[in-house]
């Protein structure tokens, strides 16, 4: 005789229910701890690593559908929103209108950002390419975006 009320971990929103489950818990723990020297993504993140490491690993390939879609919905998301972020009047504000000096160059936010943002190419290339000398990276330049757009994110 079956029951019908049994429940298995096996079905194909258990990811779903994880995912949800920890996006819940996590800032309701840190509030109630009172944690406000952790960032709630940090920890996030480090328990999203520790689930799917122990909880997710045995999942079939149906399931990993519903995670790959969460992803790519979380990162347009993500894009969306720091596009909202940029200040489309402080940028047409930082064009150069008069003579050019070293510096007006110096406080011009926007080429401060460019001359920034190839530094950081230019560093986390090398990072990469140091890394790859350890570890098999097979695009190098994929995996030092990667290291970029995560080092804007930090900032």
Do not use: C, H
């Amino acid at each position: 005789m079956t029951s019908f009320l049994s429940i298995s971990l096996q079905f194909d929103y258990f990811p779903l229910l994880v995912v949800v489950g920890l996006a819940w818990i996590v800032p309701m723990g840190l509030s109630v701890l009172r944690i406000k020297k952790v960032p709630t993504v940090i920890v996030e993140i480090f328990m999203g690593y520790f689930a799917g490491r122990f909880l997710l690993a045995n999942i079939g390939p149906e399931s990993i559908y519903i995670l790959e879609f969460l992803g790519l919905t979380g990162f347009i998301f993500l894009m969306f929103l720091s596009g909202l972020e940029i200040d489309m009047d402080q940028v047409t504000g930082s064009f150069l209108r008069k003579r050019i000096n070293y510096l007006r160059l110096s406080s011009n936010p926007l080429i401060v950002a460019v001359v920034y943002f190839f530094f950081t190419v230019i560093l986390s290339y090398g990072a990469a390419t140091g890394l790859s000398l350890m570890v098999d990276i097979n695009n190098r330049w994929y995996f030092s975006l990667i290291m970029v757009t995560t080092s804007i994110g930090i900032i």
